[in-house]
C-alpha cells in the first residue's frame, strides 16, 4: 500500500479554480487499488469564497481510499508540516508552484525523502506570460532557494517537460505521466438546421481563455447564434471589456453568461449544444475540451493546447490565436463554418469528436505510469 500526501490549494466541493481540482479529483476516483490518499487543501474556493465542508482541520473520509484535511487559515502551514509528519507518506505530491502554503512550504519544510512537484501548466510560455515580472521574481527566488534541487517533477506531457527543463535545467528529474480524463456517455447528437449555431464555453474568465475575441468575432456572423459561457470570474477588469463588447452584439447574436457550473453539473449543460468553443492561449490538459469531445460536441479550440490534430479527426478545429487581428479572423470564419453545416455534415463531427478522445485515453495505461511515479 502506498500513502500519498497531496498538498493542492482547492479541492471538491471546490470548483471555480478549474482543471487542477478535476485532476485531482479524478486521479483518486481511479486509483483504487493499493494506494492510500491524504489531500491537504483549504476550506475555501478561487477568492477565498468559503464552501460547505462538514468539518474543518481534521480529516474527513472523501472515499474509501481518500481522505480530506480542509484547512482554515490559521495555523495552515504548521498543521500541514505536523500531518506530514504524522502520516509519513511514501510520496509527497505538491500541486501547483506559486502558491506559498500549498507549494513552497511543503517543498521547504515538510518531512519526506520522496517530494514530487506538478507544475500543471504553469511553466507553459502562455502562462508564464500573464503577470509575468511576479513569476519571474518567484521562479529566481525558488531558483535562490534551490527548492527544484528538493523534488522530482511531474509533466503531463512531453511538451511540458521541455518548459520545465528550459525553467529549471536539463538535470531536473521529471516524470511524465498525463491527467486523468473524465469521460461522459456520448449524448444525443442535436438537431441542426444550417444558418444557427449553439456555442458553450466551460471556463475561468480569464484573458488566457480569450473569451473576448470570440465575442469579437460574433460581431461579424451573420448566421443566428446562441452562446453560453459557464465559469467564475478571475480578472474582473478583462470580463467587464468583455460585457461591453457583448453589448455591441447584433440581435442574431445572444449570449448568455452563467458564473458557476459546479462538476456534477456539466454532462446536462453541454446537451443541446452544438460546439464547444475555448481558443486558450494554452492549456495543461483542457479537462473541459476532453469533456466536450467525450459528449460528441466538435471543438474549436487553439494549437496551445494538447489535442491537435482535430480536424483530421473531424473533432473540431485547432486555430492559431497568437495575433488579435488574425485569431479573430480565424475564428470567424471557422465559428460561420459550423454554422453553415446541416444535420448530416455536423453528425460527422459529433461522431469524430467522441471518436477522437476515446482513441487517444486509456486508463490502463494512465494507471500503469501513476504506479511508476508513485513507485
Keep these: 500500500m502506498k500513502t500519498i500526501f497531496i498538498t493542492i490549494p482547492w479541492f471538491i466541493p471546490a470548483f471555480k479554480a478549474g482543471g487542477?481540482?478535476?485532476?485531482?479529483?479524478?486521479?483518486?476516483?481511479?486509483?483504487?487499488e493499493g494506494y492510500q490518499f491524504y489531500v491537504y487543501t483549504s476550506n475555501t474556493?478561487?477568492?477565498?469564497?468559503?464552501?460547505?465542508?462538514?468539518?474543518?482541520?481534521?480529516?474527513?473520509?472523501?472515499?474509501?481510499?481518500?481522505?480530506?484535511?480542509?484547512?482554515?487559515?490559521?495555523?495552515?502551514?504548521?498543521?500541514?508540516?505536523?500531518?506530514?509528519?504524522?502520516?509519513?507518506?511514501?510520496?509527497?505530491?505538491?500541486?501547483?508552484?506559486?502558491?506559498?502554503?500549498?507549494?513552497?512550504v511543503p517543498l521547504l519544510y515538510a518531512?519526506?525523502?520522496?517530494?514530487l512537484l506538478s507544475v500543471r501548466g504553469m511553466l507553459h510560455p502562455g502562462a508564464l506570460g500573464q503577470k509575468a515580472w511576479k513569476k519571474k521574481i518567484f521562479l529566481q527566488a525558488m531558483k535562490w532557494m534551490k527548492l527544484e534541487r528538493k523534488a522530482r517533477f511531474h509533466a503531463t506531457d512531453e511538451?511540458?517537460?521541455?518548459?520545465?527543463?528550459n525553467v529549471f535545467g536539463e538535470e531536473i528529474k521529471v516524470e511524465v505521466a498525463a491527467n486523468f480524463p473524465r469521460l461522459f456517455p456520448?449524448?444525443?447528437?442535436?438537431?441542426?438546421?444550417?444558418?444557427?449555431?449553439?456555442?458553450?464555453?466551460?471556463?475561468?474568465i480569464s484573458p488566457m481563455k480569450n473569451y473576448l475575441w470570440v465575442i469579437r468575432a460574433l460581431k461579424q456572423i451573420k448566421q443566428t447564434m446562441h452562446y453560453d459561457i459557464y465559469g467564475p470570474v478571475k480578472e474582473v477588469g478583462y470580463w467587464e471589456e468583455c460585457l461591453l463588447a457583448i453589448k455591441e452584439l447584433p440581435a442574431n447574436i445572444v449570449v448568455a453568461y452563467h458564473p458557476e457550473l459546479p462538476a456534477h453539473k456539466v454532462s446536462s449543460k453541454l446537451a443541446g449544444q452544438h460546439v464547444f468553443?475555448?481558443?486558450?492561449?494554452?492549456?495543461?490538459?483542457?479537462?473541459?475540451?476532453?469533456?466536450?469531445?467525450?459528449?460528441?460536441?466538435?471543438?474549436?479550440?487553439?494549437?496551445?493546447?494538447?489535442?491537435?490534430?482535430?480536424?483530421?479527426?473531424?473533432a473540431g478545429i485547432n486555430l492559431k490565436v497568437y495575433n488579435e487581428e488574425s485569431g479573430i479572423r480565424n475564428l470567424e470564419e471557422t465559428i460561420g463554418f459550423f454554422a453553415a453545416m446541416g444535420s448530416e455534415d455536423y453528425?460527422?463531427?459529433?461522431?469524430g469528436a467522441a471518436?477522437?478522445?476515446?482513441?487517444?485515453?486509456?486508463?490502463?495505461?494512465?494507471?500503469?505510469?501513476?504506479?511508476?511515479m508513485f513507485r
Design 20 to 32: 487542477p481540482i478535476l485532476s485531482i479529483a479524478n486521479m483518486v476516483n481511479e486509483l483504487d
Design 45 to 104: 474556493d478561487l477568492h477565498g469564497l468559503p464552501i460547505a465542508v462538514a468539518i474543518a482541520n481534521e480529516w474527513t473520509v472523501y472515499n474509501d481510499y481518500t481522505k480530506v484535511w480542509y484547512s482554515g487559515k490559521k495555523d495552515r502551514s504548521q498543521q500541514l508540516v505536523e500531518q506530514v509528519k504524522l502520516v509519513r507518506p511514501d510520496v509527497l505530491y505538491v500541486i501547483g508552484l506559486f502558491d506559498w502554503h500549498f507549494n513552497i
Design 111 to 115: 518531512d519526506c525523502a520522496d517530494k
Design 159 to 165: 511538451a511540458e517537460l521541455g518548459f520545465i527543463k
Design 186 to 204: 456520448v449524448q444525443q447528437v442535436t438537431v441542426k438546421e444550417p444558418g444557427e449555431l449553439r456555442l458553450v464555453s466551460v471556463g475561468i
Design 277 to 314: 468553443i475555448l481558443p486558450s492561449k494554452s492549456e495543461n490538459y483542457g479537462h473541459a475540451i476532453v469533456e466536450a469531445l467525450s459528449a460528441g460536441l466538435p471543438v474549436i479550440t487553439s494549437e496551445g493546447v494538447p489535442w491537435l490534430e482535430l480536424a483530421e479527426g473531424k
Design 347 to 351: 453528425e460527422i463531427y459529433s461522431k
Design 355 to 372: 471518436a477522437y478522445i476515446r482513441e487517444r485515453v486509456d486508463v490502463g495505461d494512465l494507471k500503469m505510469r501513476y504506479g511508476q
